[in-house]
Nanobody
Framework: QVQLVESGGGLVQPGGSLRLSCAPS????????MGWYRQAPGKQREMVAT???????NYADSVKGRFTISRDNSKNTVYLQMNSLKPEDTAIYYC???????????????WGQGTQVTVSS
């Protein structure tokens, strides 16, 4: 019913930048917290950054000062600006959103399909 469509991943050199976008689609009534998570080979999925509708943010210590999460509530879109990328940032990045739909009037967690980010020279 609800799908989170991600874009912006790819291959970048160390020190470079990427901007990820995530645009939910479907019968959406309201969106609460949105965020980005990542999973590297052999590691657990970890929170990268989250943002509330009012703009309050949280970041993993490993990305503070380098990544910036933002959202456009009019477009239901969340972004992740990634600067000064390091090889250890290489992972599959997943978009997350907590959403109430028109037909199911309780909060549900939705996930994107994941987009690959590779940082290598």
């Amino acid at each position: 019913q609800v799908q989170l469509v991600e874009s912006g991943g790819g291959l970048v050199q160390p020190g470079g930048s990427l901007r990820l976008s995530c645009a939910p689609s479907g019968s959406i009534r309201s969106i609460n917290v949105m965020g980005w998570y990542r999973q590297a080979p052999g590691k657990q999925r970890e929170m990268v950054a989250t943002i509330t509708p009012g703009g309050n943010t949280n970041y993993a210590d490993s990305v503070k000062g380098r990544f910036t999460i933002s959202r456009d509530n009019s477009k239901n879109t969340v972004y992740l600006q990634m600067n000064s990328l390091k090889p250890e940032d290489t992972a599959i990045y997943y978009c997350h959103a907590q959403i109430v739909t028109d037909s199911i009037r309780t909060w549900r967690d939705y996930w994107g399909q994941g987009t690959q980010v590779t940082v290598s020279s």
